[in-house]
Each structure stands twice: as structure tokens, then as C-alpha cells.
């Protein structure tokens, strides 16, 4: 059973969580991990592949809220890649199972809080743009927040950090390493702007349309609120869509989530190859900061 809470304010319950989650994990695991991986539907497999890898279940962590999302395993998992230790969530929780906030962010928050000061996210995503198509990776240059919500809504210990800036949410760094990373390995990555939507339901082919002309080119459930947390505790993050499908009204087909899940599988060896060489390149652009 986890500990009890401490009476006060929410945000002081939440980082009472965050240091018992935090200290659970660094009882288990050895190493000093410097960069968070967060692996989204069907992308799991990467962390099967971290040399000296650990492994600590969601459930063994104190208030890590666990997925029921198919595709989304529930570990922590530590490991090497390249001259990098890297903290990856294998899976996460999102807003339409059901859970407050601030279990959403729980895991990033918990990434920043045991030593993670970049952090590269990951997701499954309906293309919109005309230049996607499933199977092709897509950079995150920005995001629309379409969930209806904020994670930082609430009190807030620090005034200083009341008005996160999020002008440039993704990193130019980790994005010029991306963009690297993708050159080096010959694979095409394109670019685009990410809208978050609370789902569960896919979208109508109205509402596709609407987030074109609002300047979308891949929709998912996941991310948006994720990136807010990092950039509030002043963690650099980086972010990249596996595009699975093409969104509602520009497919012959209906949209369902093991069609997502199997064509995340099919590039999986892709995704593995050019999530690997981001990392060492985001962790030499993060040794020049």
C-alpha cells in the first residue's frame, strides 16, 4: 500500500508522491540517468533493447498510476545506450481512461525528478497533413492543446513558475539532433504540428477538417500535456509521432486501435534505430548546454 498523504495543499501532496515514487525507484535501480525516453502505442520495444537493462513495474512504484491501454506495457525500465544511462516509461496513462492530471504527468514528473533534464516523448498519431503517411516518422515542431485542460491548473508553490513560457516547447537542439539522427540512419522524417485531443473516441471527419485549418498535420490523445509538465519544471523535451494511420475522412477504412497497434509493430525496427541514435545525439547536444 503506498504511504499516507500528508495533509496541505495539492501541489505539496504532489511532490510528496513525486519524492516517495522517486526514492522507491532509485532504491531498485543503479545508474544515473540523465535522459527520459517515453514510449507511446506499440513502441514499447525500444526498451527491450537498453544494454544493463532494470526493470521496475508501474505497480512497485508508490502512486504510479498503471495503463489499460493494449499497447502500453507499465514499466520503468533503466538502461544504456551508447555512453547514456536513459529512464524510459513503457507505456503511459492518459486523460480519457479517467485519471486526474495529475496522475497523467505523474511519470514525466517523475523522470525530471530522478536526474532527467531532456526528456523525448513519443506517440502514435493519425496523419492530417498530405505529406504523412502511415509508417513515417513525424518531428513535433509544436503543439495544439485541443484536451481542454492543463496539468498546471491548481496552486503553485513557485510563482516564478505560474506562466511557463512555451514559445519553443520542443527544443531546437533535440530537434536539430533529431533531424541528425534521421540523416545519419538515411531515414525520411518529416515535420508538423501535433494536436492533442482527449479522445477516446478517433475523431469525426469534420473535426479533421477543422484541425487542418487550424494548422495540424497528426492528431493523438497523449503528449500535449506531458510537454507542459517538462517545460514547467524546466526540462528540455523532444518529441516525435509515429503516424499509423490517416485520420478519419481521408481513409476508405474505419479507424481501429490493433490496426494502429500493428502498424507501430512494423516500424518498430525503424523506430528503434533512429530513437537510438537521437539519444546519442541529444546527449551531446546536452553536454555543449
Same mark, same amino acid.
Given at each position: 500500500?503506498?504511504?499516507?498523504?500528508?495533509?496541505?495543499?495539492?501541489?505539496?501532496?504532489?511532490?510528496?508522491?513525486?519524492?516517495?515514487?522517486?526514492?522507491?525507484? @532509485?532504491?531498485?535501480?543503479? &545508474?544515473?540517468?540523465?535522459?527520459?525516453?517515453?514510449?507511446?502505442s506499440?513502441l514499447?520495444?525500444?526498451?527491450?533493447?537498453?544494454?544493463?537493462?532494470?526493470?521496475v513495474?508501474?505497480?512497485?512504484?508508490?502512486?504510479?498510476?498503471?495503463?489499460?491501454?493494449l499497447? $502500453?506495457?507499465?514499466? @520503468?525500465?533503466?538502461?544504456?545506450?551508447? &555512453?547514456?544511462?536513459?529512464?524510459?516509461?513503457?507505456?503511459?496513462?492518459?486523460?480519457?481512461e479517467?485519471?486526474?492530471?495529475?496522475?497523467?504527468v505523474?511519470?514525466v514528473?517523475?523522470?525530471?525528478?530522478?536526474?532527467?533534464?531532456?526528456?523525448?516523448?513519443?506517440?502514435?498519431?493519425?496523419?492530417?497533413?498530405?505529406?504523412?503517411?502511415?509508417?513515417?516518422?513525424? @518531428?513535433?515542431?509544436?503543439?495544439?492543446?485541443?484536451?481542454?485542460?492543463?496539468?498546471?491548473?491548481?496552486?503553485?508553490?513557485?510563482?516564478?513558475?505560474?506562466?511557463?513560457?512555451?514559445?519553443?516547447?520542443?527544443?531546437?537542439?533535440?530537434?536539430?539532433?533529431?533531424?541528425?539522427?534521421?540523416?545519419d540512419?538515411?531515414?525520411?522524417?518529416?515535420?508538423?504540428?501535433?494536436?492533442?485531443?482527449?479522445?477516446?473516441?478517433?475523431?469525426?471527419?469534420?473535426?479533421?477538417?477543422?484541425?487542418?485549418?487550424?494548422?495540424?498535420? *497528426?492528431?493523438?490523445?497523449?503528449?500535449?500535456?506531458?510537454?507542459?509538465?517538462?517545460?514547467?519544471?524546466?526540462?528540455?523535451?523532444? *518529441?516525435?509521432?509515429?503516424?499509423?494511420?490517416?485520420?478519419?475522412?481521408?481513409?476508405?477504412?474505419?479507424?481501429? $486501435?490493433d490496426e494502429?497497434?500493428?502498424?507501430?509493430?512494423?516500424?518498430?525496427?525503424?523506430?528503434?534505430?533512429?530513437?537510438?541514435r537521437?539519444?546519442?545525439?541529444?546527449?551531446?547536444?546536452?553536454?555543449?548546454v
Open positions: 500500500m503506498p504511504p499516507e498523504r500528508p495533509a496541505g495543499e495539492s501541489r505539496v501532496t504532489l511532490r510528496f508522491e513525486v519524492e516517495e515514487a522517486r526514492a522507491a525507484v @532509485l532504491g531498485q535501480v543503479r &545508474g544515473d540517468p540523465r535522459v527520459g525516453v517515453v514510449l507511446g506499440g514499447g520495444a525500444f526498451a527491450e533493447r537498453l544494454s544493463r537493462r532494470q526493470i513495474p508501474y505497480e512497485e512504484i508508490p502512486y504510479f498510476p498503471v495503463p489499460r491501454v499497447g $502500453h506495457a507499465g514499466n @520503468l525500465c533503466v538502461g544504456d545506450v551508447g &555512453g547514456a544511462t536513459v529512464a524510459c516509461l513503457q507505456g503511459r496513462v492518459h486523460a480519457y479517467g485519471h486526474a492530471l495529475d496522475r497523467v505523474f511519470g514528473r517523475l523522470l525530471a525528478a530522478i536526474g532527467c533534464h531532456t526528456v523525448l516523448v513519443t506517440n502514435a498519431a493519425g496523419g492530417i497533413g498530405d505529406h504523412l503517411a502511415p509508417g513515417d516518422l513525424m @518531428l513535433i515542431t509544436d503543439h495544439l492543446n485541443l484536451t481542454g485542460r492543463n496539468p498546471l491548473v491548481g496552486p503553485e508553490e513557485n510563482p516564478e513558475r505560474r506562466f511557463p513560457d512555451m514559445s519553443e516547447a520542443y527544443d531546437p537542439a533535440l530537434r536539430a539532433a533529431a533531424k541528425g539522427a534521421a540523416q540512419l538515411g531515414i525520411a522524417l518529416k515535420e508538423g504540428v501535433y494536436a492533442g485531443v482527449l479522445g477516446p473516441s478517433y475523431e469525426t471527419p469534420a473535426e479533421i477538417r477543422m484541425l487542418r485549418t487550424l494548422g495540424a498535420d *497528426a492528431v493523438g490523445m497523449s503528449t500535449v500535456l506531458e510537454v507542459i509538465a517538462l517545460r514547467h519544471l524546466g526540462v528540455r523535451v523532444g *518529441a516525435v509521432s509515429a503516424i499509423t494511420n490517416r485520420a478519419a475522412g481521408l481513409s476508405a477504412t474505419p479507424l481501429r $486501435h494502429v497497434q500493428e502498424t507501430a509493430r512494423k516500424m518498430q525496427k525503424t523506430f528503434v534505430r533512429f530513437l537510438t537521437w539519444i546519442e545525439l541529444a546527449t551531446e547536444a546536452s553536454a555543449g
